[in-house]
């Protein structure tokens, strides 16, 4: 993977989704990590484990009833507003 990029995990507390966001750390990749439950105890999520040159920030946020935080939470880059630009003004 090259360049450093950010990555929005729905379901982080899950056993799969805290192994990826352990990976993308461990790749030197931020994270954010999201589930609509509380963060699950460090036991069980391997990115709490060690220091990884990425970073994992959680965020509590429930699909169903708060797509606005989901939103703000998404990674932004110069790509994404580029893509943005163009969907809206057809181009």
Not at 53 to 81: E, Q
């Amino acid at each position: 993977m090259a360049g450093h990029e950010k990555y929005l995990i729905l379901g982080s507390n899950s056993f799969s989704g805290a192994t990826f966001a352990d990976f993308l750390a461990a790749e030197g990749h931020d994270v954010v990590a999201t589930s609509r439950s509380d963060e699950a105890h460090q036991a069980f999520l391997p990115y709490k484990w060690q220091k990884r040159p990425g970073r994992v920030r959680f965020r509590r946020i429930d699909l169903n009833h708060d797509l606005d935080s989901l939103k703000a939470a998404c990674p932004r880059t110069p790509d994404t507003y580029r893509e943005l630009r163009r969907a809206k003004h057809g181009r």
